[in-house]
């Protein structure tokens, strides 16, 4: 008989146990308490310069931060399905503006922090005679032909190859040759250094146009847009989950200055080093960082 009452209160205490585990499991910690994040990021160089900045301060603050480059589509995607808790360069109204109609209920706002964001058709400052994209038009030949843009997918190569060419009546004569940045810029660079044309796709903020003699072609049909603001969007929940960070984030503004030396800084170290050129970008900025993200 003592051996059964025995036998049941052991039974009850594991039965009270594995109801409190339950509890506990239907309540799982947020991710400040965690102190995991990932941030999605795509290969613009304001993303990845400002990614790795807040990837600094945050490991700073004790987090495990995850970078992970994708591009514009599936960012969004992951964002939406909350594999992804922070991106950086969400560009509204219209860039992202198909990403936004799409996912824009499974994720959040959490403000702008750039507002003078522009999409460009830029050539070198030697073609004196090309001052607007309408000067474009049956000259081809020289250009071979050729639109040199960036990613297939960002919204920019979509706006230049869905609206720009047509409103232009450039179709049949250029064609928009997609590839990556990276690419895009060295074949800049090497038309700069032959002096030859060139025609490409770029952006406002880029540290490009510190760097190399360019200069934006005129659009008086306004088919790129108009200036647009670069936002921070989180995953659904995501200002819950991390309320400090969401704070750091609302208060997170840099000016042109600003964000062409942190991209400067980023682009000029070597691969691999990014992180490391954001840590001694922020350390000598201490006023930029307590604006957004006091005493880190």
Same mark, same amino acid.
């Given at each position: 008989?003592?051996? $059964?009452?025995? +036998?049941?209160? +052991?039974?009850? !205490?594991?039965?009270?146990?594995?109801? %409190?585990?339950?509890?506990?499991?239907?309540?799982?910690?947020?991710?400040?308490?965690?102190?995991?994040?990932?941030?999605?990021?795509?290969?613009?160089?304001? %993303?990845?310069? =400002? $990614?790795?900045?807040?990837?600094? !301060?945050?490991?700073?603050?004790?987090?495990?931060?995850? !970078?992970?480059? !994708?591009?514009?589509?599936?960012?969004?995607?992951?964002? %939406?399905?909350?594999?992804?808790?922070?991106?950086?360069?969400?560009?509204?109204?219209?860039?992202?503006?198909?990403?936004?109609?799409?996912?824009?209920?499974?994720?959040?706002?959490?403000? +702008?922090?750039?507002?003078?964001?522009?999409?460009?058709? %830029?050539?070198?400052?030697?073609?004196?005679? =090309?001052? $607007?994209?309408?000067?474009l038009r049956g000259r081809a030949a020289e250009f071979n032909g050729t639109i040199t843009g960036i990613d297939p997918g960002a919204g920019l190569s979509r706006v230049t190859r869905d609206q720009m060419i047509p409103q232009y009546g450039l179709t049949g004569q250029y064609a928009l040759q997609t590839s990556s940045t990276t690419a895009m810029l060295a074949s800049l660079e090497r038309s700069i250094n032959a002096r030859s044309p060139i025609v490409v796709t770029l952006w406002h903020p880029h540290w490009a146009y510190a760097k190399y003699p360019i200069k934006d072609l005129q659009d008086p049909r306004g088919a790129m847009g108009q200036a647009e603001q670069i936002h921070a969007v989180g995953r659904k929940g995501f200002s819950a989950d991390f309320p400090d960070v969401t704070g750091m984030v609302h208060e997170f503004r840099l000016d042109d200055r600003q964000l062409a030396s942190l991209e400067n800084d980023i682009n000029s170290a070597p691969k691999g080093q990014e992180e490391a050129a954001a840590a001694r970008w922020a350390d000598a900025h201490p006023e930029v960082i307590a604006s957004f993200a006091p005493g880190r």
């Open positions: 008989m003592r051996r $059964s009452r025995w +036998v049941a209160c +052991v039974a009850l !205490l594991a039965a009270l146990v594995l109801l %409190a585990a339950g509890c506990g499991g239907r309540q799982p910690e947020t991710g400040q308490q965690t102190k995991k994040i990932t941030i999605g990021y795509i290969a613009w160089d304001e %993303a990845i310069a =400002v $990614s790795n900045l807040y990837k600094v !301060l945050l490991q700073r603050q004790g987090y495990q931060v995850q !970078l992970t480059e !994708l591009e514009a589509g599936p960012t969004y995607a992951g964002l %939406a399905q909350g594999n992804i808790d922070l991106f950086m360069d969400a560009w509204l109204p219209q860039t992202h503006a198909d990403y936004w109609a799409q996912y824009h209920d499974r994720l959040e706002d959490l403000g +702008v922090w750039y507002d003078q964001a522009t999409l460009n058709i %830029a050539v070198p400052t030697y073609l004196t005679d =090309v001052n $607007s994209i309408e000067d």
